[in-house]
């Protein structure tokens, strides 16, 4: 089954701290995955797309990794802010023979929390 | 820089009520797509609409459900009898024509069912 699993379910770390954020998936074939960030309340932004040949992509302080042999990605957040408290969701997207939203797969999100 | 907006921001109504919510996509966005997010649960995804009809739609989006495009503007989703279960947060999406295109996200209507 096509599945997005995101760890952990919530964290609280200091302004100024790194931390990183885990996405693991079964969705299988796999064609690209995006990491959001979702203020409470607003719809999701995008922040970072991944295909299968990326293993890094940097957008500011977002690094996201993926690991397509392992169908692992992160998203590390360096020098927080307290602006940065928001869920992040993975979404995996399975094949794109078809342009089918039914291959989005939406995981449940890392609530962050940045404490000053 | 353009956006997705959407109204209203909250809308209360009671059990059996229909209800209409607005969404305004990015203009020259052809693909358009409904989703809702029950409080502390995943985004779901609703129904897809292009070319003026329906693309696809989920096990969620019932024959309570529709969807219109009245001019070439405004993208509706109606919900015919609402239920307590629909209260949730309802967002709208629009993108680009072409496989993959990144979808952008309006900030939502809440809705709450009485």
């Known amino acids: 089954k096509n599945q997005v699993e995101q760890s952990p379910q919530s964290l609280i770390i200091l302004e100024g701290k790194n931390c990183t954020l885990q996405c693991n998936y079964t969705v299988s074939p796999f064609s690209n995955l995006r990491w959001y960030k979702q203020d409470t309340g607003r719809g999701p932004v995008s922040l970072t797309i991944?295909?299968?040949s990326e293993n890094t992509k940097s957008n500011g302080r977002y690094t996201a990794t993926l690991d397509a042999d392992t169908k692992q990605s992160s998203l590390h957040i360096t020098a927080s802010q307290l602006s940065d408290s928001a869920s992040y969701i993975c979404?995996?997207?399975?094949?794109?023979?078809?342009?089918?939203?039914?291959?989005?797969?939406w995981g449940a999100g890392t609530k962050l929390i940045i404490k000053p | 820089e353009p956006e997705v907006t959407q109204t209203p921001s909250h809308q209360v109504t009671q059990m059996g009520q229909e209800v209409i919510l607005r969404c305004v996509p990015i203009s020259n966005h052809l693909y358009f797509y409904w989703y809702r997010q029950i409080l502390g649960q995943k985004v779901e995804f609703l129904v897809s609409?292009?070319?003026?009809?329906?693309?696809?739609k989920s096990e969620i989006f019932d024959d309570q459900f529709s969807v219109e495009r009245p001019d070439g503007s405004n993208f509706t989703l109606k919900i015919r009898s609402t239920k307590l279960e629909d209260s949730a947060m309802y967002f709208c999406?629009?993108?680009?024509?072409?496989?993959?295109?990144?979808?952008?996200f309006g900030p939502g209507t809440r809705l709450t069912v009485l």
């Open positions: 991944m295909t299968f």
């Open positions: 979404v995996v997207r399975g094949a794109q023979t078809m342009d089918s939203n039914y291959q989005l797969i």
């Open positions: 609409f292009y070319n003026n009809e329906i693309s696809e």
């Open positions: 999406a629009s993108r680009l024509a072409g496989v993959g295109n990144e979808q952008f």
